[in-house]
C-alpha cells in the first residue's frame, strides 16, 4: 500500500512541477512581449504607416482610375501609359470638337520631347465627329509632388472616437512586440516541452527557432506583400465599380491585416512542424503522402477562414503557397526524418 501512495505522490509532484514549469514560462513570454512593446510603442506612428501602405496603394489607384479633373493634373499621379477616367468639369474643344460638360473619357499621358501630355486612349465619338486615338486636350500636365500616400487627405483612414488614434497605437505596438518576440515565444514553447525529449532530441532547438523565425517572417511578408494587396484590390473593386468613395476605418483595416499576417505567419509553421514531429520519429514521409488529400480539405478550409473576401481566386492565393508547404514538409521529413531512438540507443551507435 505504502509503495502505491508513493507512486501517487511521485505523480502529483510530478504533475505540480509541470503546472510551474508552464507557469513559468507564461510569466517569461509576459515580461518579453511587455518589453517588445515597449520599444514598439516608441516607433508605433513608423510601424501604422508601414502597416497601411498595401491599402492606401489600392485607395491611391482606385483614385487614379476614377480621376477627375480639369486644369491642371499632377504628373505624380498619372503615369506614362497608364490610362484613367478624365471628367470636363466645363465645356471644352477638343480639337475644335465641343465637349459638354461632365463628360467622361478615357485617357492616358504620354512623352513627347519635353512635353508631358493627356490624349484619348481610344477613338472617341462626338456627335458625328470621330477624334482618333492620341488627340491631345487642351490640358496642361505639370509636375507636380511626388509624396507619396498620407499627405493626400484621401488616402487617409479615418477614425470614429477621440480615443480612436491612441487605442490604434497601442494595439500596433502591440501586434508589432507580439512579432518581434515570435523567437523569444517559441523558446518559451520549446522550454516548456524540452523535458519531455530525450537529450539528444533537444540539440534542435537553434535549426528549430531559426526555422520557425524565418517561416514565420515569410508567411507575414507573403500576407502583406502579395495576399494582401490583392484581397484589398477585389474589395476595393466592388466600391469603384459602383461609384463609392470608400472610407476605411483604420481599426477594422489593422484588425484585418493583423489577422492576416499573424495566420499566415502561423501556418507558414507547416516546414518546422513537420521537421520537428520527422527529427523525433513522430511522423513519416509515407503517413503524409497517404493522408495528404485530408491536409488538402484542412488546408482550404484554413484558407477560407483566413481569406477576407468570399472569391475563389483570393482563397486559392492563401491556398497555394500552403499546399506548397505542406509538399516542402514531405521532403523536409524524407531528408531530416529518423525513427525516435533513446540517449542508450544513440550511445551505442
Keep these: 500500500m505504502s509503495t502505491v501512495i508513493e ?39 513608423y510601424i501604422y504607416r508601414f502597416l497601411a501602405v498595401p491599402v492606401v496603394q489600392q485607395l491611391q489607384k482606385e483614385r487614379r482610375t476614377q480621376q477627375a479633373a480639369s486644369g491642371n493634373i499632377d504628373i505624380a499621379r498619372v503615369k506614362e501609359g497608364e490610362t484613367v477616367q478624365y471628367t470636363f468639369t466645363q465645356e471644352t474643344a477638343v480639337n475644335e470638337v465641343k465637349v459638354p460638360l461632365g463628360t467622361t473619357i478615357s485617357v ?31 490640358t496642361i500636365v505639370t509636375e507636380g509632388s511626388s509624396r507619396l500616400f ?35 515565444l517559441f523558446y518559451q514553447i520549446w522550454a516548456f516541452i524540452s523535458p519531455g525529449l530525450y537529450k539528444h532530441e533537444k540539440k534542435y532547438i537553434f535549426p ?20 494582401f494587396p490583392a484581397a484589398c484590390d477585389y474589395l476595393l473593386g466592388w466600391a469603384e465599380q459602383g461609384g463609392f468613395r470608400t472610407l476605411l476605418d483604420a481599426e477594422d483595416y489593422l484588425d484585418l491585416i493583423i489577422m492576416i499576417m499573424i495566420g499566415l505567419g502561423i501556418v507558414f509553421q507547416i516546414p518546422t512542424i513537420a521537421f520537428v514531429l520527422g527529427r523525433i520519429g513522430l511522423v513519416t514521409p509515407g503517413l503524409m503522402i497517404r ?34 508547404l505542406y509538399f516542402l514538409s514531405i521532403g523536409i521529413v524524407w531528408v531530416f526524418g529518423k525513427p525516435r531512438r533513446t540517449d542508450a540507443e544513440v550511445d551505442n551507435e
Excluded at 292 to 309: D, F, M, N
Aim: one cysteine or more.
Design 7 to 45: 507512486q501517487d505522490d511521485n505523480l502529483q509532484m510530478s504533475f505540480l512541477d509541470h503546472l510551474d514549469e508552464l507557469r513559468r514560462r507564461l510569466i517569461n513570454s509576459v515580461v518579453i512581449v511587455a518589453i517588445a512593446f515597449s520599444i514598439c510603442f516608441a516607433f508605433s506612428d
Design 291 to 324: 493522408v495528404w488529400r485530408y491536409a488538402v480539405v484542412a488546408i482550404a478550409i484554413i484558407a477560407a477562414v483566413l481569406t477576407p473576401t468570399p472569391d475563389a481566386f483570393n482563397m486559392m492565393m492563401f491556398a497555394a503557397p500552403m499546399f506548397g
Design 208 to 227: 528549430v527557432l531559426l526555422m520557425a523565425t524565418v517561416f514565420f517572417s515569410l508567411g507575414a511578408g507573403f500576407a502583406y506583400k502579395v495576399a
Design 108 to 138: 492616358k499621358r504620354i512623352t513627347k520631347g519635353k512635353e508631358s501630355l493627356l490624349v484619348l486612349a481610344s477613338p472617341w465619338s462626338v456627335g458625328k465627329t470621330i477624334l482618333p486615338a492620341e488627340t491631345p486636350l487642351n
Design 150 to 184: 498620407f499627405d493626400d487627405e484621401n488616402n487617409r483612414l479615418v477614425l470614429r472616437g477621440v480615443t480612436s488614434a491612441f487605442m490604434i497605437y497601442i494595439r500596433v505596438a502591440l501586434y508589432s512586440g507580439i512579432a518581434l518576440a515570435v523567437p523569444f
